[in-house]
């Protein structure tokens, strides 16, 4: 059977080997095409490209994510292997890079739950980036593809990457909606790293606490017109609470 044409985008799982002879190099790639680990596949690639192999033993880690282009070679036998075998390979992200030399935390019970935080994090992450309307065959020329996971000191933890695809009008919400909240949070003066003064805390907490709402109550109504009292006296009570109102009647203020 001819070989078939094939392009493949994933992460690499594993360090690359040298192949059996100058110049070659097989390695092993992880696609996920959606956040659903049942669809993801392990494709063994190999190449005799000089360049591409280079590129592969000395320049990509695992967890990098790659693209390789090629063609696929069919198992000559039912028990043989499907291969990508690769022309041309692309890094298309690196994951950072950690220092190895940091000290380990002292609590391993704290690290434990640390990583289930981050994992739920990004899980939940993954499902509201999937809802915002993954198409199951979108437009190659038109989808954008998300890619998010937790990074350790060896690389990428692969059990738990997700990659999302949305189109161009999706991505533009999502640009949309993390410019507001972090409007909003800018507003509440919730930066990172903000401590609200204890000071000014307690100085607005004795001020709110010193406001007399009959006598607020009283001012306001001695100063709105008389038709218009009951409808003032009931947008207080909205905002305060149901408050008594001075006097027995409106009109005795």
């Not at 590129?55 to 967890?63: A, H, K, S």
């Not at 019970?109 to 065959?137: M, S, W």
């Not at 903000?194 to 001020?207: P, R």
């Not at 406001?211 to 905002?239: E, F, Y």
Request: hydrophobic letters at 40%; aromatic letters at 4%.
């Amino acid at each position: 059977m001819e070989p078939i044409p094939f392009a493949l985008d994933g992460y690499l799982a594993g360090d690359p080997i040298p192949g059996d002879s100058a110049g070659t190099a097989a390695w092993r790639l992880i696609s996920s095409p959606t956040d659903h680990l049942s669809e993801e596949a392990v494709m063994p690639c190999t190449t005799s490209v000089p360049d591409v192999a280079d590129t592969v033993l000395t320049e990509c880690e695992p967890g990098y994510l790659l693209r390789v282009v090629g063609h696929l070679a069919l198992p000559d036998t039912a028990d043989g292997v499907l291969r990508l075998h690769a022309d041309t390979v692309e890094i298309l992200w690196e994951p950072p890079q950690l220092d190895d030399k940091a000290e380990p935390s002292v609590d391993t019970i704290e690290k434990v739950d640390t990583d289930a935080d981050r994992n739920g994090a990004i899980q939940a992450l993954a499902v509201a980036l999937t809802g915002l309307g993954y198409q199951a065959t979108p437009d190659p020329g038109a989808s954008i593809r998300i890619h998010i996971g937790p990074v350790t000191a060896r690389g990428m933890d692969m059990d738990h990457c997700h990659s999302i695809d949305v189109t161009p009008a999706k991505a533009h919400m999502l640009a949309d909606a993390v410019d507001a909240l972090t409007c909003q949070l800018d507003d509440q003066g919730y930066a990172a790293g903000t401590v609200l003064d204890a000071q000014t805390v307690a100085d607005l907490t004795e001020l709110f606490e010193d406001i007399d709402l009959i006598a607020l109550t009283r001012s306001v109504l001695n100063a709105a017109r008389p038709d218009q009292r009951r409808a003032v006296t009931q947008a207080m009570d909205d905002m305060f609470g149901d408050l008594p109102v001075p006097g027995t009647d409106d009109t005795e203020l």
